[in-house]
Structures are given as structure tokens and as C-alpha cells.
């Protein structure tokens, strides 16, 4: 079905992006958990918007813990047609408002 093709394909994108961030080793490496803002996305994901992680360390996501959206380990609850993203950061960025 389409629901399960959109899901598998963004939960092996998360890990793939993950998998690559922890490889580069930067300083202070960090990872924000970015929620889609709108009526679809579910209270747990927008309560964990914004929270900012060091990069091994999971977010508590309804109770479960993820390393990256799409994380097998939050179950279905969180993983099936998910579109939170998480973007990595480290000392090396530069961020202006």
C-alpha cells in the first residue's frame, strides 16, 4: 500500500541520515527533532518539536525511546505515516536568525 511504501521509505531515509551524521564525528555534535506543523502530525511528535539531543542520545517520544523519526524501536504509534525530520548541528555551523 502507499501508506507502508511512504513509511519504509522515510523510516530507511531517517536512518540513513542518521547513520551519516554519526560517522562525520564533529564537535559537539547535536540533533533537533523538527515536527511538520499542521493538523495531521500527532500531540506526541508536537511535543518533542524543537528538543535538542546530543547525537547518541534518544528522544522520549510518547513514551518511547527514538533515536530519529522513523526509529523502529517507537513502534507504530510513531513510525507509520510519520514526516518529523531531525537535522543535525555541531560547533561548526553557523546559525543566524
Partial sequence: SATIARTETHNAA?????RIAQAQN???QRK???TTQDER???IHRQVNGTVKPI???????GMLMSYPGDPRGGAKNVVNCRCVVVYLSDLD???D
Avoid at 531517517?14 to 542518521?18: I, M, V
Avoid at 547518541?56 to 510518547?62: A, H, L, M, P
Fill in 94 to 96: 553557523e546559525i543566524s
Fill in 26 to 28: 564533529l564537535p559537539n
Fill in 41 to 43: 502530525s500527532r500531540d
Fill in 14 to 18: 531517517s536512518f540513513a541520515n542518521h
Fill in 56 to 62: 547518541d542520545e534518544d528522544f522520549t517520544v510518547g
Fill in 32 to 34: 533537533r527533532w523538527v
